[in-house]
């Protein structure tokens, strides 16, 4: 079968990880017998600077031809005093909702080989975490009205509003719920109820989807009390679904109690088979072009790609089994570096999971 990926490299180490990506990519195909297209297009910092624009016409129109699209990182210091609406953040946002990605899955997994990287005692953590956050990616307050006035109560004021629709709290209730239904069969609905109307009409939709479910059990939690829970007793939760705010805030936050921003992949889904794909982690300007970046969160995205987009499950398996056993075998990036650890750069991760896909 041939695949036609759009590559996003980006800005900072979005090119690097995106470059042993596309090798490890490459050696699948030749093991499993398919055939990945890549075509590269700017987005971001870098679209900015050659095009005037983060997210140019052209560089849209090739992600909604591909079969799914593989991003590294947009964004740097370099674009921070732009007008909100050119700034490489914008073209990200852009991007999702002309996709129409409404459905951002965020796995949270604690690594065996990492438990050292893990900041929770061991007591708390137990056998390991696997959190799967559900976010909402294109609608709330990311999205709703916002603007200025000059009549505040006390001078110039600022708004931005978090609305939400019934059916677009349905629709990511459902993919919350049939994620659900592949793990341990729970869904967190995190929500600010007692405070927020658009919060008591969220839970109320839940709790209709959750009747279409019945092997599942939901529970709703405020979002106060979920940042606490989260690193109080991580265990005690399997899906957690949320909008797109409180998604983006404890998506952050499971991330870090895995002990390891540049393991963990994402994706964004909308209908059909269609997504994008990417690391949570940023560009991190400080450390691009160094050599220094886990490739690995992006590695991890593309097997994410092959299993949700493509159908490609042993392929999907062979990533994240190549990943393991290099881990395994003690080779880490600075950044997941312990004690006694083989410390590798970017391109070496790379080959080495390359190599272990070929075995
Ligand atoms: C994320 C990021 C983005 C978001 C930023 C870069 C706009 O933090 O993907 O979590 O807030 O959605
Ligand atoms: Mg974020």
Redesign the pocket.
């Known amino acids: 079968m041939k695949y036609n990926i759009a590559l996003i490299p980006g800005d900072g180490i979005g090119p690097e990880v995106i470059r042993e990506t596309v090798k490890v990519l490459n050696t699948v195909g030749e093991t499993f017998g398919h055939q990945f297209e890549f075509e590269e297009v700017l987005v971001g910092g870098c679209a900015y600077d050659a095009t005037g624009h983060p997210l140019p016409q052209s560089s849209l129109e090739v992600c909604k031809r591909s079969d799914a699209v593989l991003l590294g990182a947009?964004?740097g210091n370099k674009w921070d005093t732009l007008p909100g609406n050119l700034r490489?953040?914008?073209a990200?946002?852009g991007l999702?909702e002309a996709l129409g990605l409404y459905g951002?899955l965020r796995p949270a997994v604690l690594h065996q080989a990492l438990k050292n990287a893990c900041p929770l005692k061991p007591e708390i953590v137990g056998g390991g975490i696997d959190i799967c956050v559900v976010?909402e990616?294109i609608g709330g307050i990311?999205f709703g009205e916002r603007g200025r006035r000059k009549d505040g109560k006390m001078g110039e004021e600022a708004f931005d509003t978090e609305a939400y629709s019934v059916g677009e709290v349905e629709r990511i209730g459902r993919l919350a719920f049939e994620m659900a239904l592949k793990r341990d069969k729970k869904v967190t609905s995190v929500d600010k109820a007692n405070v927020l109307e658009s919060s008591r009409l969220w839970r109320s939709v839940m709790l209709e989807v959750a009747k279409d479910y019945p092997e599942v059990t939901l529970e709703h939690m405020y979002v106060d009390n979920a940042a606490m829970q989260l690193v109080r007793n991580p265990n005690q939760f399997d899906v957690i679904v949320t909008t797109?705010?409180f998604?983006?805030i404890l998506?952050?936050e499971a991330s870090m109690i895995t002990g390891s921003i540049g393991m963990l992949p994402?994706a964004s889904l909308g209908e059909g088979s269609f997504g994008l794909y990417?690391p949570?982690h940023?560009s991190a300007p400080d450390i691009a072009g160094q050599d220094k970046a886990n490739p690995i969160a992006t590695i991890l995205s593309t097997a994410m790609m092959l299993r949700i987009s493509f159908d490609l499950e042993a392929e999907a398996k062979a990533i994240e089994d190549a990943v393991t056993s290099v881990l395994e075998k003690g080779y880490r990036t600075i950044d997941i570096m312990g004690n006694e650890v083989k410390i590798v750069g970017t391109t070496e991760m790379g080959s080495l999971i390359q190599e272990a896909i070929k075995r």
């Open positions: 947009v964004g490489p953040e914008a990200l946002l999702r951002n976010r990616l990311y797109n705010m998604g983006d998506s952050d994402s990417e949570i940023g």
